[in-house]
């Protein structure tokens, strides 16, 4: 590729717009172009690093032995409405008509249509275990999308969906995929995390997502600083807590005065008691399906802890939860926020296992003013679902080993999911099984969010001149400058070069355009290509070319005709 005939307009100016580093450097160097909000187009160097994602995810995929198909982008609402997420899944999903006033939408993900097509084609157990496949552009309308190729509304996803015969079957297709993933990223030469995760809205009873390591990621990862336990912050757990200690005197239920005190830290002060023997009770509105949809619950957590409102939801079986405002809870229930606590409420109530163990704690007494002391859990009040509820915080312990727990910042760029037999119910898919009964399909679905690589990839591997990009993700391998456009010399021995690193099969981009040498070395520096070769002054006077990586920035000087087998060396070396 010559870079005077393509399509690359580099910039120095940092777009107003970008807010992170991969936003700034993709369109600094010409990878992509917005279109509208969350929408880009991919330019010749950014589709090529595209293709690089996908030709290695290609691979693992058949090593694996999923198919690929390609499934539609726009869905039929009645599939949406047969699986129960046509209401659920929110404003995401981009709805309209078609002209027959058909509801559909555009695909955010493909649950419904894989089911459907395994359902009408998968008809006996003797076809299973099946894992399809597809690498296709979804929809979601983000409210706010931002980062660039980050949180965008359109993006390019490899989706793939698992059907099995059962619990077993599904579990050995669940470990292949997660071998899979763990060979694709490492692969991308990304320094990535799999942690324990929630299932969101795809639903399902198990979860694990990819994050790769950057300050600028949207997600906190929870890791083990003395074992691998790693885990989102939604999801992650801490060290069991212990039982009271035996031998303690319960203290008497008694109601205090506690006037103006709605905080925990101000009740603390006030009884003079650490805020860790305060019951905090948090008041939330759940939304489910059944015969009730609705219904407020209280949430207790230790005052010095906070509710993770992903846990309760879990906890709960719901569809949603959601917090109230202290005026909707006296609207709603006539209690004052602030002194709200278990003894006596007449809500159901959800405990952490924490509130569980306390001894002679504080509560709200559900009148203004009024706290109670001396409340112990199992005397005083009922719970009629406990488990873990708690944000999880600094200092925390590890569930697994018991070291310490710390957080770090991480980009989500690939999920796995166990479905079990969630939308295959739903939507009665089923098979003839050894005895001739039709059982639902055991299934889980597999994404990869191949767009959000490339952003991912460069929040990792960036300096101040410019992107660095590993070689297994380069658009190409080698960037070749000719220094000399008007030197007959150097002109020739740069064409002689780059006509025999294409024959070499290496992936070259010859700058060949009238700049100046310091622009050329800019936009060689911002491009991230691995591997520069400058056919230059040092060439004039001794004959030598000059090879640097950018990476390392180490230089090395080669006659001519010993550049070919050292850049091959170098991207053998780099891709092994």
């Known amino acids: 590729m010559r870079y005077s005939k393509m399509l690359l307009p580099t910039s120095k100016e940092v777009p107003a717009e970008a807010e992170v580093i991969s936003h700034q450097l993709l369109l600094r160097g010409g990878f992509i172009r917005k279109l509208t909000a969350g929408v880009y187009s991919y330019l010749p160097l950014g589709l090529m690093a595209l293709r690089k994602v996908t030709a290695i995810v290609r691979e693992e995929m058949k090593r694996a032995g999923a198919q690929e198909i390609l499934m539609p982008m726009v869905q039929p609402g009645d599939l949406w409405m047969e699986s129960g997420r046509w209401q659920h899944y929110g404003p995401e999903l981009l709805r309209f008509r078609d002209r027959n006033e058909r509801e559909c939408c555009l695909s955010p993900t493909q649950e419904e249509v894989a089911t459907d097509l395994a359902r ?252 109670y002391q001396g409340v112990n859990p199992e005397r005083d009040f009922s719970v009629q679902v406990t488990g873990d509820l708690r944000q999880i915080a600094a200092g925390d312990r590890c569930p697994h080993c018991g070291g310490l727990l710390h957080f770090r910042e991480g980009i989500e760029v690939g999920h796995i999911f166990k479905l079990g037999a969630r939308y295959s119910e739903a939507m009665n898919a089923t098979f003839q099984d050894r005895e001739g009964r039709q059982r639902p399909f055991i299934m889980g679905c597999y994404g990869i969010g191949v767009s959000r690589i490339l952003a991912a990839c460069i929040e990792q591997n960036h300096d101040r001149n410019g992107i660095i990009f590993p070689m297994p993700l380069a658009p190409v391998q080698v960037i070749l400058l000719n220094l000399g456009l008007e030197d007959e010399a150097l002109t020739s021995a740069a064409e002689e070069l780059y006509q025999a690193l294409l024959a070499a099969g290496v992936e070259v981009l010859f700058d060949d355009r009238d700049e100046r040498p310091g622009a050329k070395f800019k936009d060689a520096d911002l491009l991230g290509i691995p591997l520069r070769l400058t056919v230059g002054r040092t060439f004039k006077q001794e004959g030598l070319v000059e090879l640097r990586e950018r990476k390392s920035g180490e230089t090395t000087l080669l006659p001519v005709d010993q550049v070919v087998a050292a850049v091959q060396a170098r991207i053998r070396r780099e891709l092994a």
């Open 120 to 371: 009408r084609e998968l008809l006996s157990y003797r076809q299973l275990p099946v894992n399809i496949y597809h690498i296709q552009t979804k929809y979601r309308d983000e409210m706010r999308p931002r980062f660039g190729l980050m949180r965008c509304r359109e993006f390019i996803m490899k989706d793939a969906y698992s059907f099995d015969a059962d619990d077993e079957g599904a579990a050995r297709s669940y470990e292949n995929m997660r071998v899979a993933y763990n060979r694709i990223f490492a692969r991308l030469g990304l320094d990535y995390r799999m942690v324990e995760a929630d299932s969101g809205s795809i639903g399902g009873s198990y979860s694990h997502e990819f994050m790769v390591l950057a300050d600028a990621g949207e997600d906190t990862l929870v890791l083990c600083r003395d074992c691998s336990y790693a885990a989102n912050v939604e999801k992650a757990m801490v060290a069991p807590v212990p039982a009271p200690a035996a031998g303690v005197p319960l203290e008497e239920l008694r109601k205090v005065a506690t006037p103006g005190t709605k905080k925990v830290a101000t009740v603390a002060e006030f009884l003079k008691v650490p805020p860790q023997q305060i019951i905090k009770t948090m008041i939330y509105q759940i939304e489910r399906d059944g015969p009730e949809p609705r219904e407020f619950v209280a949430a207790l957590v230790r005052g010095d802890r906070e509710v993770q409102t992903v846990k309760l939801k879990n906890l709960l079986g719901a569809n949603e939860v959601n917090s109230l405002t202290e005026d909707q809870v006296w609207e709603f229930l006539r209690l004052p926020v602030g002194f709200i606590g278990p003894v006596n409420l007449p809500l159901r109530v959800v405990a952490d296992s924490e509130v569980m163990a306390m001894v002679n704690a504080v509560a709200g007494a559900n009148e203004k003013g009024f706290h």
